[in-house]
């Protein structure tokens, strides 16, 4: 029904520093395309020895960087919630995108039921990974086509 984008950089990561037992500098993961457009942004990890510092460094580049959020005003239903994914196909372009719900609210007016959802961006899909997400969830029995459906929401979790 409605739509708004919000883009921060507040909580980015770019860089990650790994560091030894006496802190000195073993190693710096960071991403350089982020780096160039909105200056170091970095973490500090301690390498331990039965961690693997390297795969840390990574998810932490990889969850850190710009925050899409949109939130969105739609048609109620009622497995949307906080923590669950969608896939939502963007109408005019046709492209396909993975977002969790970070929060929910769902109301009843005047017998029609709406939910108002803040969706974190994850990631781009193509239409053949976004069916076959849509698909293995839909085992579960929480989804009934593989296919995707145009210009409307997919609950996959």
Known sequence: MSAAVTESIDQMINQVAIHGDDDSLLRTLKNDELI???????????????????????????????SQKITVNNFGDERCITGNAVVVQEPYTGLFGLFWIDSDTHSWKRG???NKLVLNFR????????????????AGGTRRT???IPNRWEYIH
């Open 36 to 66: 160039a457009l909105y200056g170091v942004m970095q973490e500090y990890i301690k390498q331990s020895k039965n961690e693997d510092a390297d795969a840390k460094a990574q998810r932490l580049l990889d969850d850190n960087g710009v």
């Open 112 to 114: 029609i039921y709406t």
């Open 123 to 138: 990631r781009m899909m193509d239409e053949q990974e976004a069916g076959s997400l849509a698909e293995a969830r839909g």
């Open 146 to 148: 593989a296919e995707p």
